[in-house]
């Protein structure tokens, strides 16, 4: 079933907008699972948080680390770029496109940049290469923003809880119907829904297709949603879809308002949808978003935004006296699930027993896009690391490692 078809466009309405401030999180609700925020208690003086226009630097050593180590590091990312080719609807169509049906690109696809990047310790700015202020594609880390914006809804009461069914939320037939209609807020968020359908032109199987033929792919068992793990990109932008409808405003100007101008971010990023995403709510054309830009679309942004919506999440959801993300969401998010240890909500990607990255405290979590993008967030360093395409492979924790190897005091 073809679902969320574009529309024509429609004559101009009342705006009806639920204008929504305040820095505290909602009531206390039940959730499951209970998770325990992990925060670090902070001591000794100021935690720093940097100006709009001004992130001041230190030193290594004065940030209790190694100059010549992390030179090393630095150059170790930029020895280790991707090779592929910078020319990302190139990159698109010989890697997804060479194994997947329906991979014509529909939203936004930039040419991208050299390898950039960041070391972020005790909120300064110790290392930095590249071009860090040039907005690139940082694909399937766009799905930390969009669960964000979910964590958001949540805070406010207009999600009651992550265990709700998603159909309760969708006055739209046909989105949670049959084998859909027992997935809830949390089996999107984990991954784990296996929804069944076709959003924006892209039926769920066409997206890393399991099954010896292509006539296997949509014929596919189905699994009781919640238990079992699959990295979906139609599903991830239903859940965009359904924020959406939640919101009941478009998803970038929520981002904005609420994150990205609270933590000083600048105004070059760009949140994409697709050229059919587009839906009518309350009178109004209002595109929806993706997760992702894996049919193009998703967050364009700098390495150096990407480093404050990394630092918000080293100081546990705060920036300055204000509290913009609950911690209690992020104790949730920096949780696994039962069909996934190393998956807490969308794309926070988790080092249990360290087997993800081995070079990384167990307790590290990282902010994953294709290409490679990758934000590191270390509480137990204190440290947020930005590096934007790494190769594959070890590459990412050989770099953290010698990273984590120039700290020398904590």
Same mark, same amino acid.
Do not use: C
């Given at each position: 079933?073809?679902?969320?078809?574009?529309?024509?466009?429609?004559?101009?309405?009342?705006?009806?907008?639920?204008?929504?401030t305040g820095?505290?999180a909602?009531?206390?609700?039940?959730?499951?699972?209970k998770a325990?925020?992990k925060?670090?208690?902070?001591?000794?003086?100021?935690?720093?948080?940097?100006?709009?226009f001004?992130?001041?630097?230190?030193?290594?050593?004065?940030?209790?680390m190694?100059q010549?180590r992390?030179?090393?590091?630095?150059q170790?990312?930029?020895?280790?770029e991707n090779?592929?080719t910078?020319?990302?609807a190139?990159?698109?169509?010989t890697?997804f496109?060479?194994r997947?049906?329906?991979d014509?690109?529909?939203?936004?696809?930039?040419?991208?940049?050299a390898?950039?990047?960041?070391?972020?310790?005790?909120?300064?700015?110790?290392?930095?290469?590249?071009?860090?202020?040039?907005?690139?594609?940082?694909?399937?880390?766009?799905?930390?923003?969009? $669960?964000?914006v979910?964590?958001?809804?949540?805070?406010?009461?207009?999600i009651r809880?992550?265990?709700?069914?998603?159909?309760?939320?969708?006055?739209e037939?046909g989105?949670?119907?049959?084998h859909?209609?027992?997935?809830t807020w949390?089996?999107?968020?984990?991954?784990?829904s296996?929804?069944?359908?076709?959003?924006?032109?892209?039926?769920?199987?066409?997206d890393r297709?399991?099954?010896?033929?292509?006539?296997d792919?949509?014929?596919?068992?189905?699994s009781?949603?919640?238990?079992r793990y699959?990295?979906?990109?139609?599903?991830?932008?239903?859940?965009?879809l359904?924020?959406?409808?939640?919101?009941r405003?478009?998803?970038?100007?929520?981002?904005?308002?609420?994150?990205?101008?609270?933590i000083?971010?600048?105004?070059?990023?760009?949140?994409?949808?697709?050229?059919? $995403?587009?839906?009518?709510?309350?009178?109004?054309?209002?595109?929806?978003?993706t997760?992702?830009?894996?049919?193009?679309?998703?967050?364009?942004?700098?390495?150096r935004d990407?480093?404050?919506?990394?630092?918000?999440?080293?100081r546990?959801?705060?920036?300055?006296?204000?509290?913009?993300?609950?911690?209690?969401w992020i104790g949730?998010?920096?949780?696994g699930?039962?069909?996934?240890a190393e998956?807490?909500?969308?794309n926070?990607?988790?080092n249990?027993?360290?087997?993800?990255?081995?070079?990384?405290?167990? $307790?590290?979590?990282?902010f994953?896009?294709?290409?490679?993008?990758?934000?590191?967030?270390?509480?137990?360093?204190?440290?947020?690391?930005?590096?934007?395409?790494?190769?594959?492979?070890?590459?990412?924790?050989?770099?953290?490692?010698?990273?984590?190897?120039?700290i020398?005091?904590?």
């Amino acid at each position: 079933m073809q679902l969320a078809r574009p529309l024509r466009p429609a004559p101009a309405a009342a705006l009806i907008l639920m204008l929504l401030t305040g820095t505290t999180a909602g009531p206390a609700r039940a959730q499951a699972p209970k998770a325990t925020a992990k925060a670090v208690a902070t001591t000794g003086p100021p935690v720093y948080f940097p100006d709009r226009f001004d992130w001041q630097k230190r030193s290594a050593p004065d940030a209790g680390m190694d100059q010549p180590r992390v030179d090393e590091a630095v150059q170790f990312a930029i020895a280790n770029e991707n090779p592929a080719t910078k020319d990302l609807a190139v990159d698109l169509a010989t890697t997804f496109g060479a194994r997947e049906p329906f991979d014509t690109p529909i939203g936004p696809v930039k040419e991208r940049g050299a390898a950039n990047g960041l070391i972020i310790r005790h909120g300064y700015i110790v290392a930095e290469w590249g071009d860090t202020s040039r907005v690139d594609m940082t694909f399937s880390v766009t799905k930390t923003f969009l $669960s964000t914006v979910v964590g958001l809804a949540w805070q406010r009461g207009l999600i009651r809880n992550v265990t709700d069914l998603a159909r309760d939320y969708m006055p739209e037939p046909g989105y949670f119907e049959g084998h859909n209609s027992t997935i809830t807020w949390e089996h999107l968020l984990r991954q784990t829904s296996d929804w069944q359908g076709t959003l924006w032109g892209k039926p769920d199987w066409a997206d890393r297709p399991e099954g010896a033929t292509p006539a296997d792919w949509p014929k596919r068992r189905l699994s009781e949603p919640g238990t079992r793990y699959k990295y979906n990109d139609t599903r991830v932008n239903l859940l965009a879809l359904l924020a959406l409808h939640v919101w009941r405003r478009p998803l970038p100007s929520v981002l904005r308002e609420e994150v990205m101008e609270p933590i000083g971010a600048s105004t070059t990023w760009r949140w994409h949808g697709y050229d059919n $995403s587009w839906i009518e709510l309350d009178g109004q054309r209002i595109q929806s978003m993706t997760g992702g830009g894996h049919w193009g679309g998703g967050m364009f942004i700098s390495a150096r935004d990407m480093a404050r919506f990394g630092y918000l999440f080293l100081r546990n959801g705060r920036w300055n006296s204000r509290q913009i993300v609950s911690p209690e969401w992020i104790g949730m998010a920096r949780t696994g699930g039962p069909a996934n240890a190393e998956y807490g909500f969308m794309n926070w990607f988790l080092n249990p027993g360290r087997k993800s990255l081995p070079a990384a405290p167990e $307790s590290s979590v990282t902010f994953r896009g294709n290409g490679q993008n990758i934000i590191y967030v270390d509480w137990d360093n204190d440290l947020v690391v930005v590096t934007r395409w790494i190769r594959g492979g070890p590459a990412l924790n050989d770099f953290l490692g010698k990273v984590l190897g120039a700290i020398t005091k904590r």
